[in-house]
């Protein structure tokens, strides 16, 4: 079930956060003050990954997404993925790290394309790739 998480629930996605990266981590409490949206995946009673997304210039941003490690290569992050683009909205971007190949490929192959880069966008000094889907 992909739901959005109540306050209460804020620690885990923290946690789950923390765990996939090591730099640049947005917080998702700092992310409260924005008018974003973050939803949940929940199996079992156990929150499994999460999503933040937000409108910018008439395009839907995915600011951040994460599966739990002890969940990864399930299926997770297709279905978060699946419920991102459901957004009605014509356009969707975010940015990617081009070393992780993983959700590099996983945006591909739902259809984003390359469609700019951004020098030491990353809190260590990483390019990102800015990726884009139109409907
Ligand atoms: C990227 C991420 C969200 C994907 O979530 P996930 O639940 O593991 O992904 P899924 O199980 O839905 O698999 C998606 C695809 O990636 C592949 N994949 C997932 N983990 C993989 C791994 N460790 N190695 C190789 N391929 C992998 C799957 O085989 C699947 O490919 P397919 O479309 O050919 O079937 C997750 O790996 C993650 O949290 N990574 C750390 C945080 C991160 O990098 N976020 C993205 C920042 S831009």
Known sequence: MIRNPKISEL???????????K????????????????YVFEEDQIIKGYYLAYEENSSYYLESIAVNYKYVNKGVGKKLLNHFLSYPCDNFTLHVDPTNTVALNLYRRYGFNIIGYEVSFYENGNLALYMEKCK
């Not at 620690?11 to 990266?21: A, G, H, N, V």
């Not at 917080?27 to 974003?36: C, Q």
């Open 23 to 38: 730099f640049d981590r947005l917080s998702i409490f700092s992310f409260l003050k924005y008018r974003s949206l973050i």
């Open 11 to 21: 620690f885990k996605l923290y946690k789950i956060e923390r765990s996939q990266f």
